[in-house]
């Protein structure tokens, strides 16, 4: 637990939504969010710790917080949904807290109404289907079992863009937006952008994962129809989350290779560019 709590920084962000809360003098409302923002990570950490994955930084946010982890997803699904979902649970304990503390002198109706309200306007907040929010990862592991890793990933960021672009619309329509909430667009909006430009980084990290730990082995194997003249990198678009791989070639009988030939070959062999009727004698 101290280790993990070695891993806590504080986003710049952070440091903006609480000064604008002090100018306005909500000194009450800004201890309540970082302790609900605190525990919320907490519950990241602590599962994400739980299933042994290599956590680098937790950063806390105003309306959450990122665990950034060492994994590259390649992590079974039901260890990443539950990691998922491990922030957004915390919030259905936090209000028992507050109906106990009421029994003390020191807590009374007023610090309750605005412990619930934060409380409810974090989950509800953090529940949008919008990266790099828990609902947007939430979103991203669907996309995952119906799409190869790189188009659900691609789909998960354009998807977070337009619910963002919404989110954003109705509350310049509907209500006067505060400062708060346009940095805290700003920040999102920023993230799905940086997403956006290192899609590339990502996928290739998670395919070099892939090729150092083997994950293949232990998965359910899915097989992908392939054509013996396609470069290796080609099928490594059709890569699922959770699967190992076997590529049949379409025009040579019983022709099968292993994802792992291929992944030793690009990241060990250097054989970038090579076809995958190359490979039918060394599978």
Not at 50 to 65: D, V
Not at 154 to 163: D, E, Q
Not at 240 to 251: A, E, G, M, Q, R
Request: contains cysteine.
């Amino acid at each position: 637990m101290i280790k993990l709590f070695k891993k806590f920084h504080i986003h710049p962000v952070f440091w903006v939504v609480l000064a604008g809360g002090l100018l306005t003098g909500h000194v009450w409302d800004i201890v309540t969010v970082f302790f609900i923002v605190m525990v919320h990570e907490m519950g990241h950490a602590c599962v994400a710790s739980y299933f042994k994955w290599r956590i680098t930084a937790i950063e806390l946010l105003p309306f959450g917080g990122v665990a950034k982890v060492d994994e590259h997803g390649n992590r079974p699904f039901k260890e990443e949904l539950l990691v998922t979902l491990a922030g957004p649970i915390q919030h259905l304990w936090l209000p028992g807290i507050s109906y106990l503390l009421l029994r003390t002198p020191f807590w009374n109706v007023d610090n309750h109404v605005v412990f619930l309200t934060a409380n409810t306007t974090i989950l509800i907040f953090n529940l949008l289907p919008i990266w790099p929010l828990d609902g947007g990862k939430f979103l991203f592991l669907l996309l995952s079992k119906c799409f190869p890793f790189k188009k659900a990933f691609r789909s998960a960021l354009l998807l977070s863009l337009f619910f963002l672009l919404a989110l954003a619309t109705a509350f310049t329509l509907y209500r006067p937006a505060s400062l708060n909430f346009i940095v805290v667009v700003i920040f999102i909006g920023f993230s799905i952008y940086h997403e956006w430009k290192h899609q590339k980084v990502v996928f290739m990290r998670f395919l070099l994962e892939r090729w150092r730990t083997r994950p293949f082995t232990r998965r359910r194997v899915r097989t992908l129809m392939a054509e013996p003249d396609w470069p290796i990198w080609m099928v490594f678009d059709l890569f699922f989350k959770d699967n190992s791989h076997h590529i049949l070639l379409t025009s040579r009988e019983r022709s099968v290779i292993h994802e792992s030939t291929l992944l030793e070959a690009y990241f060990g062999g250097k054989q970038i560019d090579h076809k995958l009727g190359e490979f039918i004698n060394v599978s």
